[in-house]
């Protein structure tokens, strides 16, 4: 059962010694988590790991112990602290409470930032919060490393979840202009960043010469946007 101090998740989270202590928020763990899970024991992090070890592999696929632990904390208005399960030494190292790992390094102001990146990814109307809700972590795009300023994603990551390029080129293939096809055309090969924005809206390139076409765009903005299909990755 969960416990609100003030009846309020955001009440909760307005002072500091609460935003760390799970106490303030939740009297135990397990009516949390899937039903077959394990019975869990304790009153912090390290209730969850002393049985999972921080992934430091972060595959490219969905990792749904570490998106748990990060999406409902990081909604605006909940906004637990970081530090209530991470230990942070700015610009050395990023470590979970109770472990040894190193999850990576984040400075001062890359925290800020990333931060900002959680609230997005917890609930923004963008592509990253869609796959935050498919439980897909930062690390399961950004190869296993703690982001920072100025990072991106390479098309191979993205096509390890979505299939190869002629797949995902039929998936796209418009029925009347055939020819029209965001994924192959005369442009060759190009970065899905240049169209799907992760932390920000989607943006249609062939549109910014092709000004007659009528493409839609999923997480676009305006006339381009279209509704996630909710179609399955490959
Ligand atoms: C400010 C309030 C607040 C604090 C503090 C807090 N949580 Fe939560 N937590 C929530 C809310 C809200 C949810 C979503 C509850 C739900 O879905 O019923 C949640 C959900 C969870 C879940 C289930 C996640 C899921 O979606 O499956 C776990 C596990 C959890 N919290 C662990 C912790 C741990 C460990 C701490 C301390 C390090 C902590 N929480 C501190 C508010 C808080
Ligand atoms: C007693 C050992 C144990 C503890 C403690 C524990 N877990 Fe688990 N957890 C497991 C096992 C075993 C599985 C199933 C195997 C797997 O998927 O890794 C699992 C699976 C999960 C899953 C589903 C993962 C998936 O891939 O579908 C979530 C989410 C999860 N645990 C969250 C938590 C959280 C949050 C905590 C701490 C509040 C926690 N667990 C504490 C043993 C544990
Ligand atoms: C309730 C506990 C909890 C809170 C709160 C929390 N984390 Fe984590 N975080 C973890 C655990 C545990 C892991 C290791 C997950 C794994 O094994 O993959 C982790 C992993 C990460 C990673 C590694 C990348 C990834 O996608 O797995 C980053 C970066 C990170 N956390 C940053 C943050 C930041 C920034 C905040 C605050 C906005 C935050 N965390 C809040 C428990 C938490
Ligand atoms: C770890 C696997 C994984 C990675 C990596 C990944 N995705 Fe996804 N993506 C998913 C899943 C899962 C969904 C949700 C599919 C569903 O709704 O069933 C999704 C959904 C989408 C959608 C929405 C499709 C729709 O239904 O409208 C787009 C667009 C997308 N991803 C693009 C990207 C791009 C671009 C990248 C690289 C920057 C990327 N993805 C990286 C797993 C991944
Ligand atoms: C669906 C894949 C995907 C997921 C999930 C994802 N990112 Fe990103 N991220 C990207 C892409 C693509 C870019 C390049 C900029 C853009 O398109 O928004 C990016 C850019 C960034 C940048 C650089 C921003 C800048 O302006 O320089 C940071 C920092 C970052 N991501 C952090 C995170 C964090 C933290 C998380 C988890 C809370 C996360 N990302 C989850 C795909 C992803
Ligand atoms: C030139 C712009 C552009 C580029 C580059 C691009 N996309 Fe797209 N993408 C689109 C548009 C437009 C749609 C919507 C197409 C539609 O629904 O008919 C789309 C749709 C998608 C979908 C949803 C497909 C479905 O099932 O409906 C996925 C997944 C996707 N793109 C992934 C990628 C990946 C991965 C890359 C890089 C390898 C990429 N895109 C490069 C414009 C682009
Ligand atoms: C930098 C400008 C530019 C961009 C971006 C661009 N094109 Fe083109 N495209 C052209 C030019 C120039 C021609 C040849 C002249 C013409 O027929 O309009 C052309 C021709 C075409 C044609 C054949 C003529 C027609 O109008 O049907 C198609 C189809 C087409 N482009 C599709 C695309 C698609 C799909 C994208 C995005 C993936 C794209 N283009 C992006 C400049 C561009």
Same mark, same amino acid.
């Given at each position: 059962m969960l416990v609100l101090s003030g009846g309020h998740a955001g009440a909760a989270s307005k002072d500091s010694a609460s935003k760390q202590s799970c106490a303030a928020c939740h009297s135990e763990f397990s009516s949390l988590?899937?039903?077959?899970?394990p019975p869990v024991t304790g009153k912090d992090v390290t209730a969850c790991t002393k049985c999972h070890a921080?992934?430091? @592999?972060? /595959?490219?696929k969905p990792k749904p112990y570490a998106a748990r632990l990060h999406l409902s904390h990081a909604q605006p208005g909940a906004e637990v602290d970081c530090l209530a399960c991470h230990t942070w030494k700015p610009g050395k190292t990023l470590g979970v409470k109770g472990t040894k790992a190193n999850l990576g390094v984040l400075s001062k102001e890359g925290m800020e930032e990333t931060k900002k990146i959680f609230a997005s990814w917890s609930s923004?109307?963008?592509l990253d919060a869609h796959h935050g809700k498919k439980n897909v972590t930062c690390s399961a795009c950004h190869e296993g490393k703690v982001p920072e300023q100025g990072d991106s994603v390479e098309n191979a990551r993205c096509l390890a979840c979505h299939g190869d390029e002629e797949k995902l080129a039929k998936k796209t @293939?418009? /029925?009347?202009?055939?020819?029209?096809n965001p994924h192959k055309s005369h442009l060759g090969t190009v970065n899905c960043t240049v169209c799907h924005g992760a932390h920000k809206a989607s943006k249609i390139?062939?549109?910014?010469?092709?000004?007659?076409f009528n493409m839609k765009i999923p997480f676009g903005e305006g006339p381009q946007a279209k509704p996630a299909a909710g179609g399955k990755a490959k």
């Open positions: 988590l899937p039903k077959a899970h921080p992934d430091k @592999e972060a /595959k490219a923004s109307k963008y @293939e418009p /029925k009347d202009f055939p020819d029209r390139y062939c549109l910014d010469c092709h000004k007659n």
